[in-house]
């Protein structure tokens, strides 16, 4: 049996030319946005700040990112309160086509970005809503429901239901109950889901693109700017920032989604 | 305990789809007294507390608490208190808010409230850990947490859904005898839900044991003992030999009848048993019987064996005998009072019985 459990010779060497493939360039992200120079090229001209210190002058670039703030923002909220009352439900109940209601929620993940972005620019104008924040702001809760509804999943999966019990056994009502005991208990959970579908949000490109009309969120921002040579360091200074967010804003997700699992002993 | 009725049941029953949990379950528990519901894993206990908690809806039958019919009032209305099997300790707030949790409704006064909170958790002997969070406490401190946090609400009844299951064997049986001792010095009525037969016996005044859904006799423990009402309530409290017999004579509140290897015999009617045809059951407590090396004196009936197998318990010595006629071999129980194990396999033994020791079990 040991003689299996030997790795080919070269599968170490494979993975770590696929780590270095793959991470490059988002390491070359931040390393350009220090040259002070505008051609993305080495060697480096020499490092500057200026490209950061530009950024909070450029009046479209910072609309974009309070866009893109609000849509991530009010999606996030929106999802995660679905997700949680969706959530509860799959774990809690039994009913007439539950398993069909839950993959229709997690469609999203698997149906191509395009299809959705284009069938849901259709479905909006034919009900006379315009493209506009409104519209990608829709359609980002429907994108990051799915999450949503699986990280709530696994926080009540792992509730001890006689808890609800003890509650409304100890005269609460059914809303006490859900305040006082239900949420608490969840919170970490929820904090985890609204740092997630923010982020799935907050990144999202194709749908944004096709319903966000004179509102670019940010990643619409930035793919406009791609094209004029002169500003892309900028892009660049702000995709670092946004990288280091990202990365922020994932940890801190990942702890409290593993907290939920600790604290509902 | 009083002679007022503080619950009564009628005719209740439950059905989950067309599988029967409950059955015409009907019930009056004294004021005060310690009930347990006793029966196998399955058979429709934890539903028949949920019911009465109002956790559990039910399509027949009629529930009164304190003379106030419970249809229509909902598990939070309820004058009872539920501590659950996983004791149900919320994990977000102290002991002293988890006892606190109920009282947080009634509009009392925080001098009020600390002191029903720290009377409670006195109770339960608790005393100074209303500070500790829920998952600092051991399993023991949980369980009397859960207690406490349904006692400071002063329920009229307090159901308990295996309340000790989840302790160790020692803390078990502390806690048993504590149980029972916190439930005379309040005088509320518990209901305690347990597959334990010793944890019933010694803690309940009234034992209800359930089968299938169904009730099938309510006694005090003794009588349990002495006069189950048919051969499986016999066999699930205690150690039990069962001999089939024929009855040849009813006589008033006795019977004459031939058993199988003891030959005929004159025994009591059993008053709890229901059925009662020509072939009978009687069963036989394995202390009752006497095992010795000559024939014994003074026994009603005597009857020889051979030694088939010996168990040592530590307290008692299991002989299992062989009899001829029998086709189970009788076990008897012997204290270990001198420290010896008298016989082994294969030694010729007589065993002696009286007639007084013998079971009616009905229907055979
Ligand atoms: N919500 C439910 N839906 C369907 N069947 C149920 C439900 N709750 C209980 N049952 C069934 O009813 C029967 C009685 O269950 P119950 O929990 O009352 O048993 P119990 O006597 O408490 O057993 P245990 O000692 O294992 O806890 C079981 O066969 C169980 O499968
Ligand atoms: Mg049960």
Known sequence: MTRFRRYLPGLPAYAFAYLVFLYTPVLLLPVFSFNDGTIVAFPLKGLTLKWYAQLGAQETLIRALFNSLIVGGIAALASTSLGLFAARAYVRYRFPAKEMSEGLVMLPLVIPGIIVASSMLIMFVSIGLKPSLTAVILGHTFLALPFAVSIMKSAFDEFDQSLEEAAYDLGETIIGTFRRVTLPIVSPGIIASLLVTFTVSFDEFVLAFFLSGNQPTLPVYIWSQIRFPAKLPNTLALGSILLLASILLLVVAEYFRRRTSKTSI | ?364
């Open chain 2, 1 to 364: 305990m009083s002679d007022q009725n503080i619950i009564e049941l009628k005719d209740v029953e439950k059905r989950f789809g067309s599988f029967v949990a409950v059955s015409d379950l009907t019930l009056s528990l004294k004021q005060g007294e310690f009930f347990s519901l006793l029966g196998p894993s399955g058979c429709g206990k934890t539903t028949a507390l949920r019911i009465i908690a109002g956790f559990q809806d039910h399509e027949k039958g009629k529930i009164t608490i304190d003379g106030v019919p419970m249809k229509d009032i909902p598990a939070n209305k309820r004058p009872t208190n539920m501590v659950f099997q996983s004791y149900a300790i919320f994990p977000h707030l102290t002991v002293f808010n988890n006892v606190a949790f109920g009282l947080r409704k009634s509009r009392l006064s925080k001098a009020e409230l600390d002191q029903r909170v720290n009377e409670a958790l006195d109770m339960v002997e608790l005393t100074g850990m209303g500070g500790r969070k829920a998952d600092e406490l051991s399993g023991g401190q949980r369980q009397r947490v859960a207690l406490a946090r349904a006692l400071v609400m002063q329920p009229k009844v307090l159901l308990l859904d295996e309340p000790l299951s989840a302790l160790d064997k020692n803390l078990r049986e502390a806690m048993q005898l504590e149980l029972r001792r916190l439930q005379q010095s309040i005088g509320i009525t518990f209901v305690m839900v347990t597959h334990d037969q010793y944890e019933a016996m010694t803690m309940s005044d009234r034992i209800g044991v359930m089968f299938e859904g169904k009730l099938m006799q309510v006694d005090r423990p003794e009588v349990l003992y002495a006069q189950p009402c048919n051969r499986e309530v016999a066999a699930f409290i205690g150690g039990m030999n069962f001999v089939p017999a024929e009855l040849i004579k009813e006589d008033g509140d006795q019977l004459q009848i031939k058993a199988a290897g003891f030959g005929t015999l004159n025994i009591d009617v059993n008053p709890n048993v229901r059925e009662r045809g020509s072939a009978l059951l009687i069963g036989v407590r394995p202390e009752q019987l006497e095992i010795a090396a000559t024939k014994p004196e003074g026994y009603d009936s005597t009857i020889e064996g051979t030694i088939a197998n010996v168990a040592f318990y530590g307290e008692s010595v299991h002989y299992y005998v062989e009899v001829e006629g029998l086709t189970d071999v009788v076990s008897v129980a012997v204290p270990n009072y001198f420290h010896t194990v008298d016989y082994k396999s294969g030694d010729k033994v007589w065993l002696g019985l009286q007639n007084s020791s013998i079971i009616d079990l009905g229907k055979g």
